[in-house]
């Protein structure tokens, strides 16, 4: 077989995983087209664009290849999320991003991928049931990236990064033991962070609170779940229709485009079209972790569930927290949500697992 035939053969991606994340794309450029100006949209165009030739661009890549980049790119992640600390630029009170003159980039996004490729390198050598000594080595992979992040503050990439590392760590085996030891560690550490300003903020409280009773502050702490379950909620079982939304129309709905954009779809769209778009991330989620049960050596099995535990949490935390069921939290939805850094890292990160999958193949054992 020619080198050109063997490159256009590692261009055909695995389909069952390819289909579903391109419509979902598709979805989310319909749904902010119907609620923002074409310049908007372009924009996010463009990053679909760039998304799609990193998704690309992650499946020809050699298998071996992440091993290779584990280190540099964990220290590439860890020095710009330090870059965003010194010189990073203030939006809505949080020092999230680096400007590059022509667009901005958030660290923290891409610092998700070094923390599976490192996760996975350290967790693959431990080769006994992780107990309290040994589980200081993911942890010294995770404290670097997570206190960085949650300092700038972003507690809600933060928890999700912990989210994964655990996940990573418990794919692997933990003793019961340890497991249980951890869970009562956890509840007893609750009232000193809840009464501690230096883990939670007090807005980031107040957001908590919000989701309790957000008729308590209406028109301020908890403006955003009203809007957003009376967004839902009139689109009742059939929508309103696209582009007919008033909620998200008339401006009441805030962050709609970024946080709230699936309480747009729900309003335009309503019960049915919400099931189906919830029945497409099942799909898209769900095949990303059947890459594990493929992969063809425990680091790819660690690295396909550490990105496709990424992608469940963010869908899990952006579908609750516009329903009400979880604080505002700022986590973008997959291929939905406004946003250029986010989007580029889960094509990404779709890629790496089509790349896994491919290496394998989907129906061999």
């Given at each position: 077989?020619?080198?050109?035939?063997?490159?256009?053969?590692?261009?055909?991606?695995?389909?069952?995983?390819?289909?579903?994340?391109?419509?979902?794309?598709?979805?989310?450029?319909?749904?902010?087209?119907?609620?923002?100006?074409?310049?908007?949209?372009?924009?996010?165009?463009?990053?679909?664009?760039?998304?799609?030739?990193?998704?690309?661009?992650?499946?020809?890549?050699?298998?071996?290849?992440?091993?290779?980049?584990?280190?540099?790119?964990?220290?590439?992640?860890?020095?710009?999320?330090?870059?965003?600390?010194?010189?990073?630029?203030?939006?809505?009170?949080?020092?999230?991003?680096?400007?590059?003159?022509?667009?901005?980039?958030?660290?923290?996004?891409?610092?998700?991928?070094?923390?599976?490729?490192?996760?996975?390198?350290?967790?693959?050598?431990?080769?006994?049931?992780?107990?309290?000594?040994?589980?200081?080595?993911?942890?010294?992979?995770?404290?670097?990236?997570?206190?960085?992040t949650a300092s700038q503050p972003d507690?809600?990439?933060?928890?999700?990064?912990?989210?994964?590392?655990?996940?990573?760590?418990?794919?692997?085996?933990?003793?019961?033991?340890?497991?249980?030891?951890?869970?009562?560690?956890?509840?007893?550490?609750?009232?000193?962070?809840?009464?501690?300003?230096?883990?939670?903020?007090?807005?980031?409280?107040?957001?908590?609170?919000?989701?309790?009773?957000?008729?308590?502050?209406?028109?301020?702490?908890?403006?955003?779940?009203?809007?957003?379950?009376?967004?839902?909620?009139?689109?009742?079982?059939?929508?309103?229709?696209?582009?007919?939304?008033?909620?998200?129309?008339?401006?009441?709905?805030?962050?709609?485009?970024?946080?709230?954009?699936?309480?747009?779809?729900a309003e335009e769209w309503g019960f049915?079209?919400?099931?189906?778009?919830?029945?497409?991330?099942?799909?898209?989620?769900?095949?990303?972790?059947?890459?594990?049960?493929?992969?063809?050596?425990?680091?790819?099995?660690?690295?396909?569930?550490?990105?496709?535990?990424?992608?469940?949490?963010?869908?899990?935390?952006?579908?609750?927290?516009?329903?009400?069921?979880?604080?505002?939290?700022?986590?973008?939805?997959?291929?939905?949500?406004?946003?250029?850094?986010?989007?580029?890292?889960?094509?990404?990160?779709?890629?790496?697992?089509?790349?896994?999958?491919?290496?394998?193949?989907?129906?061999?054992?």
């Amino acid at each position: 077989m020619s080198s050109q035939d063997s490159l256009l053969r590692r261009l055909v991606p695995p389909f069952r995983l390819f289909i579903p994340m391109v419509l979902l794309g598709v979805v989310g450029l319909v749904t902010l087209s119907s609620v923002s100006p074409p310049s908007l949209v372009m924009k996010q165009v463009f990053w679909h664009m760039l998304g799609l030739a990193a998704y690309f661009t992650m499946l020809i890549l050699p298998s071996d290849a992440w091993r290779r980049l584990t280190g540099p790119l964990y220290l590439l992640s860890v020095l710009l999320l330090v870059a965003v600390d010194v010189a990073g630029v203030t939006t809505m009170g949080a020092q999230r991003r680096i400007n590059l003159g022509i667009f901005q980039i958030q660290p923290s996004e891409f610092a998700k991928i070094s923390l599976v490729l490192a996760t996975a390198w350290v967790i693959e050598k431990e080769r006994q049931p992780y107990n309290f000594v040994t589980l200081f080595k993911p942890l010294g992979v995770l404290a670097p990236l997570f206190l960085l992040t949650a300092s700038q503050p972003d507690l809600g990439t933060a928890l999700v990064m912990m989210g994964i590392s655990g996940t990573m760590v418990l794919h692997r085996s933990v003793r019961p033991k340890t497991a249980l030891s951890i869970m009562v560690v956890f509840a007893l550490c609750i009232p000193v962070i809840w009464n501690s300003d230096v883990v939670l903020k007090e807005y980031q409280k107040d957001r908590i609170r919000a989701v309790l009773n957000p008729e308590r502050d209406p028109l301020n702490k908890g403006y955003h779940l009203i809007q957003s379950k009376i967004a839902i909620g009139s689109g009742r079982l059939l929508g309103k229709g696209y582009g007919h939304g008033s909620q998200s129309r008339l401006n009441f709905l805030p962050e709609k485009c970024t946080d709230f954009v699936f309480a747009v779809f729900a309003e335009e769209w309503g019960f049915v079209g919400s099931v189906l778009l919830l029945l497409l991330y099942a799909v898209f989620i769900w095949q990303s972790y059947a890459v594990s049960r493929y992969a063809r050596d425990s680091f790819s099995c660690l690295v396909g569930a550490g990105l496709a535990t990424m992608f469940l949490l963010h869908f899990f935390i952006n579908v609750g927290m516009t329903m009400g069921l979880l604080p505002v939290v700022g986590v973008p939805l997959p291929l939905m949500s406004y946003g250029g850094s986010s989007l580029v890292v889960t094509y990404a990160a779709a890629g790496i697992l089509s790349n896994i999958w491919r290496e394998k193949g989907p129906l061999r054992k």
